[in-house]
Every structure is written in C-alpha cells, then in structure tokens.
C-alpha cells in the first residue's frame, strides 16, 4: 500500500463546554450574594452593562419573563395526589414604586410650613439655610451600639491607677473573643511586653472582677466560678462541682455526689444555681451582625384558591445591555480595529449573560413550582404532611437533569405561610409504611413525630426506643430501633434513661 497524502471531510457532533455554557452553571448555583458579587464585576470589565433602576419596571420588561404562578388546583390530603381544576395563570407581580414624596405627610400645610422642618434639621447640623437638609442623616442622632472591648476599657481607668498595669489591661482586652473569654497565653502577652508572668497574672485577676461577671476567664469552669465567686456562693462543694463539669456533662450523678459530700437534694440546689449562670459574658453585646437571608421564593394564598409562587423581585439583579451606547462608539471605529472589536466583545459578552440571569430565573421558578406542587399538604396542614420527594421527581416533571436541580435548590430559599425554608428542606427520604398499601412517610416529618412523643411524655412514663418504635407503628410508620436511636441522637435528645433523671430533677426543684 503507497503512503498518499489525502483530504477527508468528517462531520461529527460533541459537547463542548464553552466558558459560557460554564458561566451560566455556575449563575445557577450561585446565591444572591455571590451573584451580586459576580455582577458588579462584570459591570467594572463591560462597559455596555448596566444595572436597570427598579422603579416603575416589571420582570418582563427586565428580560426575567414571568415571575408569578398562580396554582389553583384542590389537593387531596389523605391521598396526598394533586389534582389541577384550572390549570397554571401567569401574571407578573412588580408592583408600582413606592412614594417617596413628603408633600402629602402635612397635605394642610401651606407650601412655606412644610420647609420649617428641613430648616430646623440644617440648623442641627451647623449648616447655613440654603444647604438644609442636604447632608441630614437620621442615623447621626442615634447612639451606636458599645462592643464588649469598648465596654471593657471604659472600666480599666476606673480600676487601674498605675499606666504600667493600663497597658497589660489593654493588651489583655484586645484578646478577649467575642464570648468574653481570654483566648491568648498569658506566657506569650507577657514575653511580649517585657514583664512576668506572675505580674500580668496580677492584673487578670483583678480584670475578672469587672462587668459583666466572668469577663477574662480561660475556660467554662473559671467563668463559672468568677461568677459564683462575685455571689459569695463559691463554697468547696461548689467549687468541686465546677471544676468537674466533665461528669456534669456525662450526668454522672453518683460520682458528683461522691466528689462534692452532699446528698441528692443540695446537689439538685447546686444544678439550679449553675444553670442561672451565663456561660458567655461577652455575648450580650454588639457583635457582628449576621446577614439577613432574602428569600428567592415568595409562595402566598392565592386569591383563586391554591397558592401563588412568585420570584423575589429585591433577588433579582436588573441587568440591561446599553445597545444606545454601542451603536453610538462603534459608528467612530473601524470595522477592524482593536476597539470594534473590544465593544463586539463586550455586547456578546453582555446579552449572554442577561439571557443567563432570564434562564435562571425561569429554571428556579420551575423547580419551585414543582415543589409547591408535591408539597401542597405541607404548606397547608404542617410538617406531619411532609411528603417524601427526591430531586429525580421534580427533574422528571420538570424535564430537566436531576444536576440541574441540585443546582437550584442549594443556598435558595422559599418564604412559606410556614416560615423560611431552604428548597432542600422539601427533599427527604421516603420511609415505608406499616400497613400494606399504605403511603410512605417523610423523614423529617418521622422526626418531628418522635420529637413530639418525647415532649408530651410525662416523668413517670419516659418512652424508651422501642416505646418509640411501637408508637409509630400503630401510627403507620415502620421504623427500627436503632433508627430511631439514630433520629433522637440528631436532635440532641438524651436517651430515656438520661431524660428520666433529668425530668424528676425538674420534679423535685419545682416543689422546693
């Protein structure tokens, strides 16, 4: 056979995952924050992209489609299925923006009345007349929360007189966690400082005995004490028992008993006065302030009957492309210079990724659709109607790939009539029934079961496990024992020998 060169044309199909394809997977799972996040910086590189104000405009004039289904439909509870009776509405739900004018605040008021109040504001803030009002922030007469450090170093002038022993008491300060504990080695604070440890041990000492009680303790039972200490109530027995917090902990009552020298009735008495402690100090004041969560799902009654699913519209970035913009500056470039280029870049760049924030939109509207669909007896009679659901249901219903889902539904919220949940929450493993036929059970509403068996017991009739297990089978719920070990473990329930000693404990204090 001669070697010939020679000229072949294939066609042949592949998935490619182009960087947009990858952009637009990883839009899907990303939260509200971090799609912010991700926005503003793609605005910074495109200058075609610009944020849409929100006022007057609705979803589908912001490319996001149609952001509200409206589900009449009646669900039969016993049978838990779902029977459609006028099918889906679509409507959008971006209301009108809010009026924000203060000419109808005093609408009796005569025009020259209404400016006394700016001019007063402007005389507060040291302004002439004709700038009233501009730099006005109501925020400024509002006292600011103190911090633990804050709070602390406001005392040490008034208990330490010597500079010397101001300056340990500061460094000290500064390693207190936000607990109230002294996390630092009192070795490595004095090594640092150029003093003993003895000395810097000196002031802690006198440190502990500022407000709140047990500020600058280095573990739980020298917290405790400094406070039982400040009560006069720290007495050997006392003293025992903090410093055996382990066996507290393990409920080891008869070695308490044995360590401390006092019988059952002053030992309940110790209990109560530890439990009246505070455990942190420091936490009673202005920390960090947590992120408050934004739901990306609003289900509510609807007005037909059913429930409404709406998307959030404060979740919604309003990204628009300036295609004004690029008409304008690409008129004065050539067709092939760097910088047509560049703004051709930038417009391809900017409606891929709106049609990327519009096909997240309409894919978490799905999902959740879906959901309110197969939990339609949760979100009407509670936790006890949570059906058992997997993503492969809702992917299947939805025609979409079960990853997909599992995109979706991470770091996403719906707000419900029964609270905020995370979409996970509705996606539970299925448990059998005990009748034959009979419906299969949702793990979460399983526990909330036994959560609730355990709360009604009484102390003279603690359920053990297997009380437990027979208990939800005449239910209808088939379970092991060693399951439901397993459930009450992750609830941080104690076992029916601990709950026992604990609720005749509680028995006897409440008599004294």
């Not at 010939?4 to 799972?29: K, Y």
Request: with cysteine.
């Amino acid at each position: 056979m001669g070697l010939t060169a020679s000229l072949f044309l294939r066609q042949t199909q592949s998935l490619v995952m182009t960087p947009q394809l990858m952009q637009s997977i990883q839009l899907l799972q990303m939260t509200h924050f971090e799609l912010n996040q991700f926005i503003a910086q793609e605005i910074e590189k495109n200058p075609l992209l610009e944020i849409s104000p929100s006022d007057g405009e609705s979803g589908a004039e912001l490319g996001y489609g149609d952001t509200t289904d409206h589900i009449a439909a009646e669900a039969d509870v016993d049978a838990g299925a779902w029977r459609d009776e006028q099918g889906i509405v679509i409507t959008e739900t971006f209301g009108e923006g809010l009026d924000g004018g203060t000419e109808n605040v005093f609408p009796d008021d005569p025009p020259e009345r209404r400016g006394d109040a700016p001019e007063l504001m402007g005389q507060w803030k040291s302004m002439p007349a004709g700038d009233a009002g501009d730099d006005y922030d109501i925020n400024d007469f509002i006292a600011s929360e103190v911090g633990l450090r804050e709070h602390i170093s406001q005392q040490i002038p008034l208990l330490l007189k010597q500079s010397q022993d101001r300056l340990i008491a500061q460094q000290l300060n500064e390693e207190l966690d936000d607990a109230g504990y002294l996390q630092a080695d009192l070795d490595e604070i004095a090594a640092r400082l150029g003093i003993t440890t003895e000395y810097a041990e000196q002031v802690l000492v006198r440190l502990q005995t500022l407000d709140p009680p047990g500020i600058f303790a280095r573990s739980l039972g020298e917290c405790l004490a400094i406070q039982l200490k400040q009560r006069d109530r720290l007495d050997p027995a006392m003293d025992t028992l903090v410093r055996h917090l382990d066996l507290l902990a393990k409920r080891d009552f008869a070695n308490l008993r044995k360590l401390c020298g006092v019988d059952d009735e002053d030992l309940i008495d110790m209990f109560a006065e530890i439990r009246q402690l505070n455990p942190k100090p420091g936490a009673d004041f202005a920390t960090q302030v947590a992120d408050v969560i934004s739901p990306d799902i609003v289900v509510r009654p609807a007005n037909i009957g059913g429930w409404a699913v709406e998307l959030n519209p404060e979740t919604l970035p309003r990204v628009l492309v300036n295609q004004t913009y690029f008409q304008q500056v690409s008129k004065n470039c050539p067709k092939n210079s760097g910088d047509y280029a560049f703004l051709s870049d930038c417009l391809q760049n900017g409606n891929w990724l709106t049609r990327s924030l519009d096909q997240r939109a309409k894919t978490i509207m799905k999902v959740a659709t879906e959901i309110v669909r197969q939990q339609d007896a949760f979100l009407m009679h509670g936790v006890d109607h949570l059906r058992p659901l997997n993503l492969k249901t809702v992917a299947e219903a939805i025609k979409m790939h079960e990853s997909t889902v599992s995109r979706v539904t991470s770091n996403k919220y719906m707000l419900t009539p029964r609270g905020m949940f995370e979409l996970k929450y509705f996606f539970t493993v299925s448990i059998g029934s005990a009748d034959e036929g009979g419906d299969s059970h949702s793990a979460e509403a399983v526990r909330h079961k036994i959560k609730m068996l355990i709360t009604q017991e009484a102390a003279d009739a603690v359920l053990s496990d297997d009380d437990i297990v027979t208990s939800l089978k005449q239910a209808g719920v088939d379970l092991a024992r060693r399951t439901v070990a397993k459930y009450r473990e992750a609830m941080n329930i104690p076992s029916s020998v601990q709950r026992r000693r604990e609720k005749r404990a509680a028995a006897r204090v409440a008599t004294l």
